[in-house]
C-alpha cells in the first residue's frame, strides 16, 4: 500500500512552482516486495519526471519491515490469550497493513504480535488511533498483562515439557 500523505509545493496560487515534495508510507505483507520497493518507487518517479521534461530524487526511510508473526508461536499465544480472556475474545486477525517498531524483534526470533482491545464504551469518545483525540479504556492495560504472563507461563511450560 502506497500512501502519499503530504504533497508541498510553491509558495503562491498564481506562481507555478520550482519544485515539490511528496510524502508518504509504504507498506506490505512481504519482506521481498518490501525490499524492492525503493528501486521500483525510484525508477517511476524519474520516468513520470523525465515524461514531463522533469527530474525527481527518491529519498526513501526505511521506518518499520514487515511485522512477521510465526505461526507456531501464534497458535500458542492464542491458546494463553483464551486462557485470559475467554476462546470468543481470542481472535487471529488477518495480515494488517501496520507499521511497528516489534518487526524487528521478528527478524531474529520466533514472536507473536498481540493486540490489545482498549476502545471506550462512550462511542462518542471513539476516535481513530492516531488521532490527537483518542481515548483509550485504561483497565485494558490488566488484561494485556495478564495475557503477556500466561503466555510466558505457557512458553516455559512447552519449553520444559
Known amino acids: 500500500m502506497l500512501t502519499v500523505g503530504s504533497i508541498v509545493s510553491g509558495s503562491r496560487f498564481n506562481i507555478v512552482a520550482g519544485d515539490a515534495v511528496m510524502m508518504g508510507t509504504c507498506r506490505t505483507f512481504s519482506r521481498e516486495v518490501h525490499a524492492a520497493l525503493p528501486e521500483k518507487l525510484r525508477r517511476v518517479a524519474e520516468h513520470v519526471a523525465e515524461a514531463y521534461g522533469c527530474t525527481a530524487e527518491l529519498e526513501f526511510e526505511v ?25 470468543e475474545n481470542a481472535v487471529v486477525c488477518g495480515p494488517q497493513m501496520i507499521a511497528e517498531d516489534f518487526c524487528y524483534y521478528t527478524e531474529h526470533a520466533k514472536c507473536v504480535f498481540f493486540n490489545l482491545g482498549a476502545r471506550v464504551e462512550d462511542d462518542s469518545k471513539v476516535f481513530p488511533l492516531h488521532s490527537d483525540h483518542v481515548l483509550f479504556d485504561e483497565r485494558a492495560m490488566e488484561i494485556g498483562a495478564s495475557v503477556l504472563v500466561q503466555t510466558a507461563v505457557d512458553l516455559l511450560d512447552a519449553l520444559n515439557a
Open 63 to 87: 521506518l518499520a519491515e514487515v511485522l512477521y508473526c510465526d505461526p507456531e508461536t501464534t497458535a500458542l499465544g492464542l491458546k494463553s490469550v483464551a486462557k485470559v480472556v475467554g476462546e
